[in-house]
């Protein structure tokens, strides 16, 4: 059965200054949350700075277990219970054949895309409560074998079988789990992976920002699950 509507009163989101990140925190400000993200350029923090005053920025790179540590602690020391934590920064690498990869290309892809997420949520698990929603933001690529995606297919496979795993590990009495593929929209990653697009022929990632927090707010889903928005 469909479990109980979330409240979103406090909300983390990593990747935060640009692209979807960047929408759904002036979203979930705009709604009154209080909102963290997570990000590692300055000239990004600034922008979002001024647009959104109200929003609290930890400078980092989520790769790091320095930065994912110093989160955790300062949650810790201010007694923040989160409602609602998003895994949306990603890295998508070259689009080539995985044989053409470099290791360390696909070591830093797998990292941002799976190390990261599951060392954030790891460490601020105590920060949850049953009725936080941990969303893990993937790709239409998990849904069949692709070729000249690398390491950012096998890290979005990896990265659902991580999110199924910590709900089905949860359980009921956990924190709910919902797996978001957000479709086509216009961003900088989109416009890497697909040069020859016309960006006007895919959804602004405002609108895909909107829908997500719709269906994360509606709570009709089971933790695990994963849909399309």
Excluded at 196 to 224: F, H, N, Q, Y
Aim: charged residues 20%.
């Amino acid at each position: 059965m469909p479990e109980s509507t979330p409240s979103l009163a406090t909300a983390l989101v990593t990747g935060g200054t640009r692209g979807l990140g960047r929408e759904l925190v002036l979203a979930l400000d705009a709604a009154g949350a209080r909102t963290w993200t997570v990000a590692r350029r300055r000239r990004g923090i600034e922008a979002l700075g001024r647009d959104v005053p109200g929003v609290t920025v930890f400078q980092g790179d989520l790769t790091s277990r320095g930065t994912t540590a110093r989160i955790s602690r300062r949650f810790a020391k201010d007694g923040i219970s989160l409602d609602l934590l998003i895994h949306n920064a990603g890295l998508l690498g070259p689009r080539l054949p995985l044989a053409q990869w470099s290791r360390k290309d696909f070591d830093a892809v797998m990292a941002a895309n799976v190390s990261a997420p599951f060392d954030l949520t790891r460490r601020l698990l105590p920060r949850c409560h049953a009725g936080t929603v941990i969303v893990f933001v993937s790709s239409g690529v998990t849904t069949a074998v692709r070729t000249d995606w690398g390491a950012y297919q096998v890290s979005k496979v990896a990265m659902e079988n991580l999110a199924e795993t910590f709900a089905k590990e949860l359980g009921a009495a956990g924190p709910r789990v919902l797996i978001v593929d957000p479709g086509s929209m216009r961003t900088a990653m989109r416009a890497a992976a697909y040069p020859d697009e016309e960006p006007i022929s895919v959804r602004p990632p405002s609108v895909v920002a909107e829908k997500m927090l719709t269906l994360v707010r509606g709570g009709g889903w089971k933790s695990g699950e994963r849909v399309v928005v």
